[in-house]
């Protein structure tokens, strides 16, 4: 049976305490409501897998940009007016081929390439993926759906503060003629983090 014990008196309620921080932040001149609420907006707004799509679709389309793009990820989607943080100094684009499937990791933490790809969505997280991927990727991979034959070659990519990633996914063939808005209706986050196929 689990013993419920009393919080004890001395201990405020969470809403008092978060009450009590905001109170003091304000009390320096510095504005928490003001600060979430636009955290809140760039996330939902900004930091959208969209943005990588976009990004995908037109290296698809581009040969000239995804030569771009390869070479100086950074300023590739800089240059479609994806904003890309001081920290996140490189970022490098990993072109999945027929005998090669790229998948990325952060086996510290949860980082991603978040203003190109969007936030890391839960499993990614998760301790389970972050140590099996590395070890086991073919049944990591097999487990979220994503069977790839035995001859296609896997490569890990660990992301790290300031080296970030995204993997351009096999075009599907019967997307010839597609515009690039289209194109990039059909790029999801998954296939930028390397754990399905279009
Ligand atoms: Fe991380």
Same mark, same amino acid.
């Given at each position: 049976?689990?013993?419920?014990?009393?919080? /004890?008196?001395?201990? &405020?309620? *969470?809403?008092? $305490?978060?009450? +009590?921080?905001? %109170?003091?932040?304000?009390?320096?001149?510095?504005?928490?409501?003001?600060?979430?609420?636009?955290?809140?907006?760039?996330?939902?707004?900004?930091?959208? /897998?969209?943005?990588? &799509?976009? *990004?995908?679709? $037109?290296?698809? +389309?581009?040969? %000239?940009?995804?030569?771009?793009?390869?070479?100086?990820?950074?300023?590739?989607?800089?240059?479609?007016?994806?904003?890309?943080?001081?920290?996140?100094?490189?970022?490098?684009?990993?072109?999945?081929?027929?005998?090669?499937?790229?998948?990325?990791?952060c086996t510290l933490c949860?980082?991603?390439?978040?203003?190109?790809?969007?936030?890391?969505?839960?499993?990614?997280?998760?301790?389970?993926?972050?140590?099996?991927?590395?070890?086991?990727?073919?049944?990591?991979?097999k487990d979220m759906g994503?069977?790839?034959?035995?001859?296609?070659?896997?490569?890990?990519?660990?992301?790290?503060?300031?080296?970030?990633?995204?993997?351009?996914?096999?075009?599907?063939?019967?997307?010839?003629?597609?515009?690039?808005?289209?194109?990039?209706?059909?790029?999801?986050?998954?296939?930028?983090?390397?754990?399905?196929?279009l």
């Open positions: 049976m689990v013993e419920h014990r009393p919080i /004890p008196a001395t201990v &405020a309620s *969470v809403e008092r $305490r978060v009450a +009590a921080m905001e %109170a003091s932040l304000e009390a320096r001149g510095l504005h928490p409501a003001e600060f979430i609420a636009n955290q809140k907006e760039l996330i939902q707004d900004h930091w959208d /897998p969209s943005n990588g &799509a976009r *990004v995908v679709a $037109r290296a698809w +389309a581009d040969p %000239a940009f995804r030569q771009r793009l390869l070479s100086d990820g950074r300023a590739a989607v800089m240059e479609l007016g994806i904003p890309m943080p001081a920290h996140h100094q490189h970022l490098v684009a990993l072109e999945n081929t027929p005998q090669v499937h790229n998948v990325i990791c949860s980082c991603t390439a978040f203003t190109v790809i969007g936030l890391p969505p839960d499993w990614y997280k998760d301790l389970e993926y972050r140590a099996r991927i590395v070890r086991q990727s073919r049944s990591v991979l994503l069977d790839l034959p035995a001859s296609t070659e896997i490569r890990v990519w660990d992301t790290t503060t300031d080296t970030r990633y995204i993997v351009v996914p096999l075009r599907p063939p019967e997307t010839e003629g597609w515009t690039q808005e289209r194109l990039a209706s059909i790029v999801t986050r998954d296939a930028m983090i390397g754990v399905s196929r």
